[in-house]
């Protein structure tokens, strides 16, 4: 697995909105965990849930600003958003767990 081409297409489905692309990237009993939010998202349902609210509801798109793959298993994402969201941009980080060539667990954090 090319976890930065993973991570170039995860992001590319992300900016254009593309709910069931961007769930594929995902397996179906994943877990998205973001502190920032107060939560966990569970399985594909509770996933599409935040990509609805968080990203097609305030219009966010994300552009990489690093990426350190630690192993085939494991990566930290570095990326900087912007949207319809009071700050307009703000960095965040993503620790992605892989499994079978795609994310079986992600930890979102915000960074101010």
Not at 4 to 27: C, D, P
Not at 67 to 94: C, M, P, R, W
């Amino acid at each position: 697995m090319d976890i930065q081409t993973f991570i170039t297409e995860w992001i590319a489905a992300s900016n254009t909105f593309n709910t069931e692309k961007y769930l594929s990237f995902y397996l179906p009993a994943a877990i998205l965990d973001d502190p920032s939010v107060g939560r966990k998202f569970k399985g594909h349902k509770g996933i599409q849930q935040y990509f609805d609210d968080y990203f097609i509801g305030y219009n966010t798109h994300t552009d990489q600003v690093a990426l350190n793959i630690t192993d085939q298993q494991n990566a930290h994402l570095e990326v900087q958003f912007s949207g319809d969201f009071t700050e307009g941009k703000i960095g965040g980080t993503f620790e992605f767990k892989f499994e079978n060539g795609k994310i079986s667990f992600v930890s979102a954090n915000l960074i101010h």
